[in-house]
């Protein structure tokens, strides 16, 4: 009778375990938390309960922790530092690659090429007057216009654009001097290049002859000039700075079909009430 007795009470201990195993037959209690106590579990064993665990009878975790923020930041700073190391080299292949190609330039030297280049400037147009005059610009056959002034008048006339003076010298202000703003070449009418420069101009030698008028018609003929081959004044040869027809007043004077230093300068004085042409020059004003 006492045998029976302790059995049973084994079977009253052990029938709920048994009943508990059949409906869980795995043994886990599964337990999700987001409160901040803590649980006890079926081993009495205190489990954190601040993230969501699955735990068993023996209070072990059965899933993973996720990965916490700073592990997955320097996931991703190590994903970005690979991605700039990567590009980095692509765009060190590349730029080897063209500088040893001849593909890249070099903006130093480029500029360099650039500022060497020689700037070109407009052509000057020349022409003798049709007209002739003596030697007195301030008289009444003159009509008081200076030699320039008589320039400028006959190249609007014919509707020659620009600012015109006269190959002639004055005392204080040599023909030279006077076409100084000159920098290109110096043609006629008809585009025909008389000189390259201003210095090839005084040189003594011309290209081609200035003895073509206004209107593109030659005319070869005694100039006024008063000026030396090189672009200076005759000495006492220009009718008394161009003032005067009268004696003792002589001026110098060129011819319009010579290439050579007669273009400008025969060096035979004569008295100013003959009549002669005018050299005018376009200038750059």
């Not at 201990?13 to 059949?22: D, E, K, Q, R």
């Not at 901040?36 to 009878?57: C, L, V």
């Not at 320039?148 to 620009?162: F, M, W, Y």
């Not at 008028?213 to 000039?225: L, S």
Request: proline share 4%; net charge negative; charged share 15%.
């Amino acid at each position: 009778m006492k045998n029976h007795t302790i059995k049973n009470k084994y079977l009253i201990i052990i029938l709920p375990i048994v009943m508990f195993n059949c409906f869980n037959p795995m043994g886990v209690v599964e337990g999700t938390t987001n409160t901040t106590s803590d649980e006890t579990n079926s081993s009495g064993k205190i489990s954190d309960t601040t993230n969501s665990n699955t735990i068993n009878s023996s209070g072990i975790s059965l899933t993973e922790p996720s990965p916490t923020g700073s592990e997955s930041t320097k996931s991703s700073s190590t994903e970005s530092n690979s991605t700039e190391v990567t590009t980095s080299l692509v765009t060190s292949e590349i730029t080897s690659s063209s500088s040893s190609t001849g593909l890249l330039e070099d903006t130093n030297s480029f500029e360099s090429e650039s500022s060497s280049t020689t700037e070109s400037f407009e052509p000057s147009i020349v022409f003798v007057t049709s007209m002739t005059f003596d030697g007195n610009f301030v008289g009444t056959m003159s009509l008081n216009k200076s030699p320039d002034e008589r320039c400028q008048e006959i190249a609007q006339v014919v509707g020659l654009p620009g600012n015109f003076r006269a190959w002639v010298s004055y005392i204080n202000d040599t023909a030279l001097s006077r076409m100084s703003s000159i920098q290109g070449q110096i043609i006629r009418i008809d585009n025909i290049v008389v000189a390259d420069s201003l210095s090839e101009l005084t040189s003594g030698n011309l290209k081609n002859p200035i003895n073509i008028d206004e209107k593109g018609n030659i005319f070869n003929t005694e100039v006024w000039t008063g000026t030396l081959p090189n672009g200076n004044l005759s000495l006492a040869g220009n009718c008394g700075e161009w003032q005067s027809n009268a004696n003792p007043f002589k001026g110098d004077y060129g011819f319009s079909g010579s290439i050579e230093q007669e273009w400008t300068y025969i060096g035979n004085q004569i008295v100013c009430d003959e009549l002669k042409a005018l050299y005018c020059f376009e200038v750059k004003i």
